[in-house]
């Protein structure tokens, strides 16, 4: 199937140059590259509440700990 992507100027000279250095066309190293993407297994999406709980941080509730209480944690 043809199709038309539009490449940064930048990225299509990497591309050319490594299908060159490789000693394949440059077709030939997208579709590897994209095989190589599809295959990779994907990763689960983050828990939600875990998220927020980093972006709301933990209160301590301005408690001094000891050093043992900290690493017992």
Known sequence: MRTTIDLPDALFERL???AAKQKVSMRELVI???ESVLEEP???SPDPSALQRLEEGYSLKNAR???E???AR
């Open 16 to 18: 050319k140059i490594s």
């Open 32 to 34: 590897s590259g994209v």
């Open 42 to 44: 994907q990763r689960p």
């Open 65 to 67: 700990l000891s050093r």
């Open 69 to 71: 209480e900290v690493h």
